[in-house]
Antibody
Framework: EVQLVESEGGLVKPGGSFRLSCEVSGLIFSGAWLNWVRQPPGKGLEWIGR??????????DYSVPVKGRFTISRDDSKNTLYLQMNSLKTEDTAVYYC????????WGRGTLVTVSS | DLVMTQTPLSLSVTPGQPASISCTSS???????????LYWYVQKPGQSPQLLIYEVSSRFSGVPDRFSGSGSGTEFTLKISRVEAEDVGVYYCVEGTHLPWTFGQGTKVEVK
């Protein structure tokens, strides 16, 4: 069974930084392209970034709202995906999900990051 | 940028009755490989999104056959032939060929 488990979220002040991790099991992690999607409270889903596998150069892509502030990385030895969030804004408050490709339907349970003073 | 528009945004359905959700894209989703990478997800209360339909009309593993997807080009539809109480949730269409993945606004389905 494929499982994706995000680390605990938290409260961070505007301008601050936070790092999320996502531990993946049940699939060949090193070959997986992995995504982060977020959902502001009471709102819809927003894709924020993707990292390809090492075979594809671990190429990273980001949505416009987070580009330059968020960084996705992976550690294939730990089957773990990361999301480093810097210069956080109140509008980054959301539940953050890690996910595989849309076709496979594997998502974590999500973790809430609140950006507030 | 691609825009996905869902209608209606909310739906209240009597158990046993059908339901239909439309998803319109701002440009054709037909790719040069002949495929259309349009997906339907449902997010049940308090849960993460779950895949229902992939590539327009293929039911994901374990999805009841009362769910069906259809469409082509820019117009797509998710149908529930007979709504059950467990179908409560927000339904999203999403296009996954290009980045960013583009989600519809979501359609909230309530069961009376």
């Amino acid at each position: 069974e494929v499982q994706l488990v995000e680390s605990e979220g938290g409260l961070v002040k505007p301008g601050g930084s936070f790092r999320l991790s996502c531990e993946v099991s049940g699939l060949i992690f090193s070959g997986a392209w992995l995504n982060w999607v977020r959902q502001p409270p009471g709102k819809g889903l927003e894709w924020i970034g993707r990292i390809k596998s090492k075979a594809y150069g671990e190429t990273k892509d980001y949505s416009v709202p987070v580009k330059g502030r968020f960084t996705i990385s992976r550690d294939d030895s730990k089957n773990t995906l990361y999301l480093q969030m810097n210069s956080l804004k109140t509008e980054d408050t959301a539940v953050y999900y890690c996910a595989t490709d849309l076709r496979w339907g594997h998502w974590g349970r999500g973790t809430l990051v609140t950006v507030s003073s | 940028d691609l825009v996905m528009t869902q209608t209606p945004l909310s739906l209240s359905v009597t158990p046993g009755q059908p339901a239909s959700i439309s998803c319109t894209s701002s440009q054709s989703l037909l790719q040069s490989d002949g495929m259309t990478y349009l997906y339907w997800y449902v997010q049940k209360p308090g849960q993460s999104p779950q895949l229902l339909i992939y590539e327009v009309s293929s039911r994901f593993s374990g999805v009841p056959d009362r769910f069906s997807g259809s469409g082509s080009g820019t117009e797509f539809t998710l149908k529930i032939s007979r709504v059950e109480a467990e179908d409560v949730g927000v339904y999203y269409c999403v296009e996954g060929t290009h980045l960013p993945w583009t989600f519809g606004q979501g359609t909230k389905v309530e069961v009376k």
